[in-house]
């Protein structure tokens, strides 16, 4: 179902998880959003994507999602061309402001699976629509008219632009050709390999980040933390601090003290010159030994083994992670006694929104969100904590206020992947597994933490935190290992931020299963592809891992001291393998030299967007394993920049990196948080081999 | 308050400002200047890479009073027109950026390193410290020699 909205340019929408595809294409995050073909189109973009074909030749569509460097918005530019025949350089994707109604959100890895019906059908739509009006104006049938390089062209020669033609066809009710998609075999841009669309933008330094703007008015801020996690202020004396040239205002909020002055250098500096004594947080007589051997109290036992069974047993533990985003939370904000408008990157603006309606004491309707594209997110920016506390801010203080958070704060005050700890035994008899089971604990954030940060709307943001409990990963049975089973336990902790970290759940627990395939694997003394070969399920995966085995060169001689290992994973209706080579004669600094990836995620919208995914997640499964942990001393975290938070560096990454895209033409999965497991998995595994040890604590130099 | 005047990107600038108030701060908040941006300030991720007087720096640690009667070139002064510089064609050629915010440091980096090094190896690219979060150290890899490939070319073109 595709509407036209009364409009003096053409002007077309379909609702999101609309039927119009003969996939699913339904959104994830709401499910019954399918079922309102009946809705009444008044004008607004609620619910809807909406495509404008502008006087100007311009084709924009309003995309109720972030870019945070995922490429969604290059996906849809070219979904949109395809089906307009219009040039990919006259289509703009800008992200919408939050809505009232409808899906907003971004995450799941589900942007291009929702989005791939509805952007072809209402670009084949308009199209239609195009052709149409063409028609009227030049006194053809509209079947020998063609459409390229957005414009309509007569079988003469003649041609006229989209632009030119949207105000008639703005008029056109009955479309005198065709309104449906391509089919796959005349695809010429889904499927290409094509240069994000802002590109440009990203290499000139034109692209505009939340702290790139000038809001009038709207003055550096920034905000003195607790030493410890959850610290709260015992004495302020801030004297010294206002008398400081450039200060504006200082303000006391939930997490510490906020400075607004001219330039970040005044507010950095009034920031240091705030004597504040700090009361400990709940957290600070805790340590990670202390937090380690919780966790591994916590986790549910195992039960019997099946008798007569040899096992195979594994522990393994995670530390924390930082999400890290380059760009470091900022919000504009600018709140005021009866509305407020803010500018941030988020991945769930609506609930962004109305939490931060709430907190200032506004009607949601009062309260503008514009959502800004991401210097990265990883999960971060599902979590609008951030927004909240500019909003408070400069509700406070009276005045616009553009806050941002230092790295330090970034690190030391979340959120993070949380800590977790894994038990495995696999159970084989007669040279088959007969049973699996995996059992967890990850730490949690308690209630009694969150109510202390900053009551009831504090729970609403943190939409990302962890789950408690839940099936895990391998219920999926990904391998036909038996019996299949394990649970899931918590250890509480006040005051501790967790966030969704890029594959959630996956990139802990499928991560330990890749690396348990390899040791049942050697007890039974086979190699790990050629077992995984055996065991594994699904088609499709066992296909990517042979491209992947076979690109690779899995079984080649390697120095001493090198090793290959390998790993997949299977998620978001797609697949992925990994073959990873690491030099690590030094066994304390090791080198991930080569990582061979092979992708199957059904239609790939942009392969060279998918292989960037499949890269980034490659370097955060080196950094997560080699590499790149949180350390909490005495209740507070350790690392403060990227000195010690060791995520990779060019000399950590891969002098070699190749992906390889299987052809499809089913619908396309997710694929951007695919890659994480296996790449961590196929890094534990070649590390594992080359030094001959079992690796169990992650990360393995930390 | 003190003045400092220096050449930013091709044109003379003259700012009040405290002596120690770093360089990106009188960038981003004082000239407007956007492009180096803020993502550790203490010269670590990197993502602030500029030049001065032609060589690497990290604004968030180098005080305005330093660069008085120099040169300053942030990642906007490095096209001339609309002719991207040879490392920014290659970044753009190679898609080297997921998110961007690191991308104008890298670029600035690579092409700090270009000038050292014509013929930069695999163990001069592992030099470069800026942090890329997305991981698009690959790509990079690629874009610095293909620049460095492009630069050797068109030299050998020019006689």
Redesign the interface.
Same mark, same amino acid.
């Given at each position: 179902m595709v509407y036209s909205l009364a409009a003096s340019t053409l002007t077309v929408a379909a609702p999101i998880g609309c039927d119009t595809s003969p996939a699913e294409g339904a959104d994830r995050s709401t499910p019954d959003a399918g079922a309102r073909s009946g809705v009444v189109v008044t004008g607004t973009d609620d619910e809807m994507l909406v495509l404008e074909v502008t006087a100007a030749n311009r084709v924009v569509v309003r995309l109720p999602r972030v870019e945070?460097?995922?490429?969604v918005t290059t996906a849809v530019a070219m979904m949109i061309a395809e089906e307009l025949d219009a040039r990919l350089t006259d289509v703009d994707i800008p992200l919408a402001d939050a809505r009232t109604k409808g899906s907003q959100y971004t995450g799941g890895s589900s942007s291009v699976s929702s989005l791939y019906g509805p952007a072809r059908a209402l670009a084949a739509t308009a199209r239609a629509r195009l052709v149409t009006a063409a028609a009227r104006r030049w006194r053809l049938p509209a079947r020998t008219l063609r459409t390229r390089d957005t414009m309509v062209v007569a079988p003469d020669g003649r041609t006229a632009t989209y632009g030119s033609l949207t105000a008639t066809a703005a008029l056109v009710t009955r479309p005198a050709v065709s309104s449906r998609p391509k089919p796959a075999s005349r695809h010429k841009v889904i499927g290409r390999p094509t240069?994000?669309i802002?590109?440009?933008? #990203?290499?000139?330094?034109k692209?505009? *980040?939340a702290?790139?703007l000038?809001v009038p008015g709207a003055k550096?801020t920034v905000v003195a933390r607790p030493p410890t996690l959850g610290g709260k202020i015992r004495t302020l004396d801030d004297r010294a601090a206002r008398a400081m @040239?450039g200060v504006r205002a200082v303000v006391r909020v939930a997490g510490g003290v906020a400075v607004v002055a001219?330039?970040?250098?005044h507010a950095?500096q009034a920031r240091d010159a705030l004597r504040i004594t700090w009361a400990p947080g709940p957290l600070a007589a805790l340590s990670d030994a202390v937090i380690r051997s919780r966790l591994r109290a916590a986790v549910p036992p195992l039960g019997a083994a099946p008798g007569g069974s040899t096992q195979v047993t594994g522990e393994f533990e995670f530390a924390f992670v930082s999400h890290?985003?380059?760009?470091?939370l900022t919000t504009v904000a600018d709140v005021r006694a009866d509305r407020a408008e803010l500018w941030f990157s988020t991945q769930t603006p609506m609930d962004a929104r109305d939490s931060i309606a709430s907190a200032v004491g506004l009607p949601a309707s009062k309260v503008k969100v514009h959502v800004m594209?991401?210097?990265?997110?990883?999960g971060r920016r599902l979590n609008y904590d951030f927004a909240l506390e500019a909003a408070l801010v400069s509700k406070a203080a009276r005045r616009p206020v553009k806050l941002?958070w230092?790295?330090a704060d970034d690190l030391r005050h979340g959120q993070m992947r949380a800590a977790t700890h894994h038990r495995v035994r696999a159970s084989h008899a007669g040279g088959r597994v007969v049973s699996f089971v995996h059992s967890t604990a990850s730490v949690s954030e308690s209630y009694e933490g969150l109510a202390a940060a900053g009551g009831a709307t504090s729970l609403a943001a943190r939409p990302g935190r962890v789950r408690e409990a839940g099936p895990l990963p391998s219920d999926s049975g990904l391998y036909n290992f038996g019996r299949l089973g394990g649970d899931s336990g918590g250890v509480e902790l006040a005051a501790i931020p967790l966030g969704a970290w890029r594959s959630v759940d996956s990139g802990t627990t499928r991560t330990v299963e890749e690396i348990m395939v390899d040791e049942i694997a050697r007890s039974l003394g086979k190699d790990p592809v050629a077992f995984r070969r055996t065991v594994l399920r699904g088609k499709a995966v066992r296909a990517v891992l042979d491209k992947a085995a076979s690109a690779g060169s899995w079984g080649r001689t390697l120095p001493a001291g090198h090793g290959q290992g390998v790993a997949v994973h299977e998620e978001y209706g797609s697949c992925v393998a990994c073959l990873i080579e690491i030099d690590a004669t030094d066994p304390k600094n090791p080198r991930v030299t080569r990582a061979v990836m092979a992708a199957d995620v059904g239609t790939a919208v942009n392969p060279?967007g998918l292989e960037?995914q499949l890269?980034?997640?490659?370097?955060?499964g080196i950094s997560t394993i080699l590499r790149a942990g949180l350390h909490i001393d005495r209740g507070a975290v350790r690392e403060g920049?990227?000195?010690d938070f060791r *995520?990779?560096?060019?000399?950590h990454? @891969? #002098?070699?990196?190749e992906a390889h895209i299987m052809p499809s033409k089913g619908e396309p999965g997710g694929a951007g948080e695919l890659g994480v497991p296996a790449a961590a998995g196929a890094v534990a595994n070649a590390y594992a081999r080359a030094t001959g040890t079992r690796p169990r604590r992650f990360p393995l130099t930390f | 308050m003190p003045r400092y005047t220096f050449v930013l990107n091709g044109e003379p600038v003259t700012v009040e400002?405290?002596a120690d108030?770093?360089l990106l701060?009188v960038l981003?908040?004082?000239l407007?200047v956007?492009?180096?941006?803020?993502?550790?300030?203490?010269g670590?991720?990197r993502?602030c890479t500029s030049h001065l007087d032609g060589a690497e720096i990290q604004p968030c640690v180098v005080p305005v009073a330093d660069c008085a009667d120099r040169t300053v070139t942030?990642?906007?002064g490095?096209?001339d027109g609309d002719t991207?510089h040879p490392v920014?064609q290659a970044?753009?050629?190679q898609?080297?950026?997921?998110?961007?915010?690191?991308?104008?440091g890298q670029?600035m980096a690579a092409v700090a390193l270009l000038q050292r090094t014509s013929e930069p190896t695999?163990a001069d690219?592992?030099?470069?410290?800026?942090?890329?979060?997305?991981?698009?150290?690959?790509?990079?890899?690629e874009a610095i020699k293909q620049a460095a490939a492009d630069k050797s070319r068109s030299a050998g073109i020019g006689g």
């Open positions: 945070v460097g995922q490429g240069t994000r802002d590109a440009r933008d #990203l290499v000139t330094g692209a505009r *980040y702290g790139d000038r550096p @040239p001219d330039t970040f250098h950095f890290a985003p380059m760009e470091v594209r991401g210097g990265g997110s990883f941002m230092s790295r060279r960037a890269m980034g997640t490659t370097i955060d920049s990227f000195a *995520y990779a560096r060019q000399r990454a @891969p #002098l070699h990196f | 400002a405290p108030m770093p701060w981003r908040d004082l407007h956007t492009g180096p941006k803020y993502g550790c300030g203490v670590v991720c993502a942030t990642i906007e490095l096209a991207l920014q970044w753009l050629d898609d080297v950026a997921q998110c961007g915010f690191c991308q104008p670029i695999d690219i592992d030099g470069i410290e800026n942090v890329c979060r997305c991981g698009t150290y690959c790509r990079i890899r």
